[in-house]
């Protein structure tokens, strides 16, 4: 594993018990280096559904997710509405379907203080929750770098 991921992960980890580390310059300048990859599938631990499409986003230490996902062929089978089908600069938002905020979209915000740092996934399929703060989100995100990114993330 690349040490730039390692010392990534391992900032994560230490996350968990101080949460000030995730609005770290330290920890945003070491995830420059993986902005723009993805969108990747997020699946159903249950029946292998996908929940959800994850990436970084742009400029904040934080998982940006859609449920419609990436609009290019070769990573979806569906066709999506051509009135979804906007610019949505920067990368890896370009390629995305907009709107997350159409009603379709399988994340709802759960975080008990008003804030973002709670969301929780139901798959459409089977209805099985997760739900994951944003230093999870982004582990889980990470650790899939840290693994060749090969598939989808399996969400737990
Ligand atoms: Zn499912």
Request: proline residues 10%.
């Amino acid at each position: 594993m690349d040490e730039s991921v390692k010392s990534l992960l391992g900032l994560l980890e230490r996350a968990r018990e101080d949460s000030a580390i995730l609005d770290s310059p330290e920890l945003n300048e070491g995830l420059d280096r993986l902005r723009g990859l993805g969108p990747v599938r997020v699946k159903c631990p249950k029946c292998r559904a996908t929940v959800s499409w994850w990436a970084l986003h742009p400029a904040e230490p934080s998982v940006v997710f859609n449920s419609l996902g990436p609009r290019r062929r070769h990573l979806r089978k569906d066709q999506i509405p051509p009135d979804q089908l906007g610019p949505q600069p920067p990368k890896p938002f370009d390629d995305w379907s907009l709107g997350p905020m159409d009603g379709r979209h399988s994340a709802k915000n759960v975080d008990p203080t008003g804030g973002s740092n709670r969301w929780r996934f139901t798959c459409r399929r089977c209805g099985a929750q997760s739900t994951y703060t944003r230093a999870t989100m982004l582990r889980m995100f990470v650790q899939w770098v840290a693994t060749g990114q090969h598939g989808p993330i399996i969400a737990q």
